[in-house]
């Protein structure tokens, strides 16, 4: 298959029919690899995702793509806001594709359409500090039977016509790249690459004035019910408990959204 865009946006841009995991044979090929590499498979046999599940798709169905981020001049303490990142990049992407619709962020780095979930991102910090692998699949041209849970939606669903893997890919890369850019260019400062705050504006896990509450469960299964009420300046999420005066700040966990309840 040929990428004419996106292996121009690129440093190093390589397809493969058929791999275990992108994330993984990036990791693998790490310290020989370039800064904004991207490695693209039509099919993954063992797809990894976020808390120890599988990725699955049917082949050329969907998207299957890795990046490499070395960020240079950045301290590895800033890396937790790249998952963010890719997230916010992955939800610009599905918003300029399908416009009509309501594509938000689901924190850290679902993208959701409407309360239903189009892609994922597993982020992959490489043995060496010296940078992270950002994987993202994104569900393309999917039916709903080759979805692989019922709160799950593509792009073809959505009633985006003429989709090309390319162009969909391209859109992507260059939304990563510019968020990516000003975030390097800041040190890895996201508050003042205006990051924190883009991140915030996507993000539907938060309140913003509504009704919106959140239970979070925690690694360990520790849970928490309450308001999203901030992200604060290293990603996490705040969250308000429900009957209790201090909030609390998640590094990492499964959300789940409780609308209007
Ligand atoms: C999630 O659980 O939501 C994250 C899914 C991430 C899947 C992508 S597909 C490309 C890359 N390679 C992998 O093995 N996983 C990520």
Excluded at 164 to 188: I, P, S, T
Aim: proline content about 3%; charged content about 20%; hydrophobic content about 45%.
């Amino acid at each position: 298959m040929d990428f004419p865009k996106s292996s121009q946006i690129a440093s190093h841009f390589e397809f493969v029919a058929e791999t275990g995991s992108t994330n993984a044979d990036l990791i693998a090929n790490s310290a020989n690899t370039d800064d904004f590499s991207v490695l693209v498979a039509g099919f993954q046999s063992a797809g990894r995702g976020r808390a120890g599940r599988d990725w699955v798709a049917p082949a050329g169905s969907s998207l299957f793509v890795s990046v490499l981020l070395k960020p240079d001049g950045v301290a590895a303490t800033n890396f937790s806001w790249l998952p963010l990142l890719a997230g916010l990049a992955m939800t610009k992407t599905v918003a300029a594709l399908i416009p009509e619709t309501a594509v938000g962020l689901k924190w850290p780095n679902d993208v959701l359409v409407g309360e239903k979930k189009i892609s994922g991102v597993l982020s992959e910090l490489v043995g060496d500090l010296s940078g992270v692998v950002i994987g993202a699949g994104l569900n393309v041209l999917q039916n709903k039977a080759e979805l692989p849970i019922e709160n799950a939606s593509s792009l073809e669903i959505e009633g985006a016509r003429n989709l090309d893997l390319d162009e969909v890919l391209a859109v992507y890369l260059e939304n990563l790249r510019g968020l990516y850019q000003a975030w390097v260019a800041a040190g890895g400062n996201a508050v003042a690459s205006g990051l924190r705050n883009q991140v915030i504006e996507a993000c539907v896990t938060l309140d913003h004035g509504g009704n919106n509450r959140v239970r979070a469960i925690l690694p360990g299964d520790a849970e928490i019910i309450g308001a999203a009420v901030g992200i604060d300046d290293t990603g996490r999420l705040i969250v308000q408990p429900d009957g209790e005066k201090e909030v609390v700040a998640v590094a990492a966990g499964d959300i789940v959204h409780l609308r209007h309840n």
